[in-house]
């Protein structure tokens, strides 16, 4: 077990740990916010998989995930508007450390891997790690009105 295979563990057991809490104990606008923040920090721990085990085939899936999660979240924001407007999720500081957790992890691993293609693929996939998962927690708490009017 190397460096990058303790990072990701690390990475994965506090975003299931907080994902499994959210979704056992709380009301529905905790869950929708464990849905979001469950493919936040898979994605950070398939990145450091990647580096881990030399595979950058790893690094296509976290991608992938980077972009569907949050349009996952957005679909349940928009199908449980009704019930999520008399008590909206507020999730920005998991958002924020979610996506703290994201850069810091995209940021290693471009100083690891260096100038190339391989560097540009992560940058995008934190790019789009992030402003999909701070778009998502801002759908989720009601900042898009649109959302809710259909």
């Given at each position: 077990?190397n460096g ?12 299931v ?8 104990t ?13 493919t ?10 990647s580096?881990a085990?030399?595979?950058?085939s ?7 995930l ?7 979240t957005l ?23 979610a996506?703290g ?12 891997v260096?100038p190339?293609?391989?560097m ?8 789009l790690?992030?402003?999909g ?11 898009f009105g ?5």
């Amino acid at each position: 077990m190397n460096g990058w295979m303790s990072a990701a563990a690390v990475v994965l057991a506090g975003g299931v740990g907080a994902t499994l809490w959210g979704v056992a104990t709380g009301p529905l606008r905790r869950a929708v916010v464990a849905q979001n923040l469950a493919t936040a920090f898979a994605c950070p721990a398939l990145l450091l998989l990647s580096q881990a085990y030399d595979r950058p085939s790893y690094v296509d899936v976290a991608l992938v995930l980077a972009l569907l999660g949050p349009v996952g979240t957005l679909v349940f924001a928009r199908l449980l508007a009704d019930e999520l407007t008399a008590d909206p999720p507020r999730a920005w500081s998991v958002t924020w450390v979610a996506a703290g957790v994201g850069a810091v992890v995209v940021l290693v691993l471009c100083v690891a891997v260096g100038p190339s293609r391989a560097m540009v693929k992560l940058l995008v996939t934190g790019a789009l790690l992030i402003g999909g998962n701070v778009v998502a927690s801002h759908a989720l708490s009601g900042g898009f009105g649109g959302a809710r009017r259909g």
